[in-house]
């Protein structure tokens, strides 16, 4: 095949798949199957890979992943992405009418839509190509994932009829129930822990550094608002039909309803029909249909007038308690987990239900055999709410709270005041060595991506490392071709994970990588309890070297700026263990940062020995502020106090801060300000 054959199927291929994706995830029929689907797929990307430079910049070959993303570029909204006013009654929805009709002055018409549980994404497309995916974050601001939603198969990448103008639809990122489930299945099957649930699980993998990981999820998406003026288009049910001609998947699922008793049916209609959603909605969105209405009426700081939402009451079921297992987490905490006859709920089957600790057992006195109420409304897991007593077997006994830790046999204490009992031998709990080692290699603290739950939990089994200092003494030789056989549930197949060349070289550069993370992610890293991100940063801040910390008194630990009673014991009762600072050493010796370094972007002390609280909305981003702060000397602090200085207020600040700065008689000053005192 020549140049120019390449070039002219190349086009024609990336035009035939584009629309077999749009009509199977858009329209959900079909045309052709899915072997000569993948067929014309392959054919695609081995032209692209022997012609690159025809490749086009709307390829359907990006749906199965692009390049490795290492950081998610932060990104202006043009216009605020507000949240809804939440609503649970009917009441609230007719209070919500009878403002707007005030309004206006006169009866209005609504469209209804459904709320779906999912993760909000601003879509930006230019000359008719999509640019840039970008995630609510705190409403002014958000994180480009534009790699990671290129794999959405039903979010066209290039938009029909040729629309060239720029456009910005905003939506929703949803995990099907098929898909979550498939994906939690597989995360158990190598051991590690399921999702909680498909709205996190589409929150994580938005934000998952590899696309290629991303597509294999099948998410999902629905669009369902333009925040700019289209031309010719007079209401939101116009909006929505008009960009589904350009290709978007626009729910079937809206009603437009001349009056509250339609928008009162079609709440209840689905309220019952939600059970048969292939996903997950949390309520219903009711929205003014005329645009120029909504204009009129506006928005508040936080939520437009012309919107608001009804939530659905938390969904319940009732199942039979088989059985309560104990987990031990990172900390030591203890918490009970109750094993369920399976049961659907909310578009999930669930086996497993949290009991939280012991107190709300002896509450719900809840016992094996017993017939319990399952809820599912927002929580990470589902919580049993209650027993059904009539239904209770006659033999059932009370159920008594472990008295030792169920990993390791030690005596479990619960401190006076705490609602969790906690397993004492943080230093030789598997789970809690194991958690230890998870949290150490986490994002947020020594970011060793090329580690994870799984793999940790390999490296444990096979006795290669036993504390955090431990992954700094792998060598290739001592984990290359580490294999763990899981077997299915048929007992026919069997799957096979292994530490090949590739990864392990990946691990190793990713272990070496971090002795650069700075002293303040090191000391979070170590997971001493009550130290936080935050906690950790002041900590560093006021010591500088993990020596000075070590040594500190109780007294010298409680004068620092938010370190109370308990966070300095626990600092306290980690560095007394010889082990730990032993690992501290071996630490030490490896390369980490074990001490701060004088930030190379230090401007200048013209704010030295002053304390700033940041609240509200600004033109920069409130970390770009505090940056700033702390590049000119200063030094943020998290809440206010008498020792504060200054208080940078800007836009949506809340009115108790500002109330408490007053009494406090602390100075509140804009951005200008601020700006004006380090110029």
């Not at 022997?50 to 692009?66: A, I, N």
């Not at 779906?116 to 609510?136: F, P, Q, W």
């Not at 898909?179 to 709205?199: C, S, W």
């Amino acid at each position: 095949m020549n140049r120019e054959e390449a070039k002219q199927r190349i086009s024609v291929l990336s035009k035939e798949i584009e629309e077999h994706n749009y009509s199977y995830y858009v329209l959900a029929q079909p045309i052709i199957s899915d072997f000569e689907f993948d067929h014309k797929l392959k054919e695609l990307e081995k032209l692209e890979a022997e012609f690159p430079d025809f490749k086009l910049p709307d390829s359907p070959t990006q749906r199965v992943g692009g390049q490795p993303t290492k950081d998610f570029p932060t990104v202006k909204h043009k216009y605020p992405m507000l949240s809804l006013g939440n609503s649970y009654s009917l009441d609230e929805i007719k209070e919500f009418d009878n403002r707007v009709q005030k309004a206006v002055g006169h009866p209005v018409e609504y469209v209804c839509e459904l709320k779906y549980d999912g993760l909000s994404i601003s879509l930006t497309y230019e000359n008719g190509l999509l640019v840039r995916a970008v995630t609510r974050g705190d409403g002014t601001q958000g994180d480009d994932v534009t790699n990671n939603v290129k794999t959405i198969k039903s979010i066209p990448l290039s938009l029909r009829e040729n629309y060239s103008e720029p456009l910005e639809i905003r939506g929703e990122v949803y995990f099907p129930h098929e898909a979550f489930q498939q994906l939690n299945d597989e995360r158990e099957e190598i051991g590690e822990n399921p999702f909680a649930n498909p709205r996190n699980a589409a929150a994580g993998s938005l934000k998952m550094q590899d696309p290629k990981e991303v597509a294999k999820r099948r998410l999902d998406a629905f669009l369902y608002y333009i925040p700019h003026e289209l031309s010719g288009v007079n209401t939101h049910y116009e909006a929505l039909k008009f960009v589904k001609t350009l290709g978007f998947k626009i729910s079937s699922n809206i009603a437009v309803c001349s009056n509250l008793d339609e928008v009162f049916e079609f709440i209840n209609d689905w309220d019952k029909g939600r059970k048969a959603l292939p996903f997950d909605i949390d309520g219903i969105v009711i929205k003014v249909n005329d645009l120029a209405l909504q204009r009129e009426l506006g928005f508040t700081a936080k939520t437009p007038r012309w919107a608001i939402a009804y939530k659905f009451k938390a969904e319940q079921a009732e199942t039979l308690l088989e059985s309560i297992d104990y987990q031990v987490g990172r900390t030591g905490a203890v918490t009970p987990v109750a094993n369920l006859k399976p049961v659907p709920l909310a578009g999930t089957t669930v086996k497993r239900a949290s009991l939280h600790n012991a107190d709300i057992m002896e509450q719900l006195d809840v016992r094996i055999g017993d017939t319990v109420y399952v809820e599912k409304g927002g929580e990470i897991i589902p919580k049993i709410t209650g027993v059904n007593l009539n239904l209770r077997p006659e033999n059932a006994a009370h159920t008594e709270f472990i008295k030792a830790c169920p990993e390791c046999g030690t005596p479990l204490i619960r401190s006076e005041g705490e609602a969790a009992h906690y397993c004492p031998n943080e230093d030789h709990c598997p789970p809690q060595i194991k958690g230890k080692l998870e949290h150490f290699i986490s994002r947020k603290a020594m970011n060793i991506d090329s580690l994870g739950e799984g793999k940790i939990k390999m490296l444990y089994d096979n006795n290669r490392v036993r504390n955090i200092a431990d992954l700094y003494d792998l060598k290739e030789e001592m984990i290359l071709g580490l294999e763990r056989i899981i077997p299915s549930d048929d007992g026919k197949k069997e799957k096979k994970i292994s530490f090949r060349e590739k990864t392990v070289q990946k691990i190793l550069t990713g272990i070496e990588q971090s002795k650069q993370v700075p002293f303040a992610r090191v000391l979070y890293a170590l997971g001493i309890r009550f130290v936080g991100e935050t906690v950790a940063k002041k900590l560093a801040e006021h010591f500088k070297t993990i020596d000075q910390l070590m040594e500190a008194s109780f007294e010298t630990l409680v004068e620092v700026e938010e370190i109370g009673e308990k966070i300095a014991a626990s600092i306290l009762d980690y560095f007394e263990r010889e082990e730990h600072r032993q690992i501290i050493e071996r630490l030490r010796i490896k390369g980490l940062q074990l001490e701060v370094t004088e930030s190379p972007h230090k401007i200048s002390d013209v704010l030295e020995g002053k304390s700033f609280v940041v609240s509200g909305v600004f033109s920069r981003s409130r970390d770009d502020l505090k940056a700033l702060i702390e590049q000119y000397g200063g030094r943020n602090v998290s809440a206010l106090s008498a020792q504060t200085d200054y208080l940078i207020a800007g836009d949506k600040m809340g009115p108790a801060k500002k109330v408490k700065a007053e009494k406090l008689g602390i100075p509140i000053i804009t951005e200008q300000d601020f700006e004006a005192m380090i110029q």
